[in-house]
């Protein structure tokens, strides 16, 4: 069974960081995408970063380039959002998910592209 269960948010004042982990059971991170995506109250889901199986390449959208960077431990089965120089504008729900598929897609994320997702994690930037 897919499970994908994201930790790691909180309450932080504006140009902090905070790091978003999501743990993997029921698959390896060797053979599959997974992606973070964030809502925030009243707007749609927006794509954040992919990491491909294998860590083989990366995605970030580009709003958040050089401020967010994934990762993953493939040991641990655990992947990796590094949030830094927060805005409240990122204040949001983080959600990661996996695409049924190893690579991320070309042309970004789009959540129709992932099937199984996580709780999520509550992000609040806020002095």
């Known amino acids: 069974q897919v499970q994908l269960v994201e930790s790691g948010g909180g309450l932080v004042q504006p140009g902090g960081s905070l790091r978003l982990s999501c743990a993997a059971s029921?698959?390896?991170?060797?053979?599959?995408?997974v992606g973070w995506f964030r809502q925030a109250p009243g707007k749609e889901r927006e794509g954040v970063s992919c990491i491909s199986g294998s860590a083989l390449s990366t995605y970030h959208a580009d709003s958040m380039k050089g401020r967010f960077t994934i990762s993953a431990d493939n040991a641990k089965n655990t992947v990796y959002l590094e949030l830094n120089s927060l805005e409240p504008e990122d204040t949001a729900i983080y959600y990661c998910?996996?695409?049924?598929?190893?690579?991320?897609?070309?042309?970004?994320?789009?959540?129709?592209?992932?099937?199984?997702w996580g709780q999520g994690t509550q992000v609040t930037v806020s002095s």
């Open positions: 029921g698959f390896s991170l060797d053979d599959y995408a």
């Open positions: 998910a996996r695409r049924d598929l190893k690579f991320c897609a070309w042309y970004g994320l789009r959540a129709a592209d992932f099937r199984s």
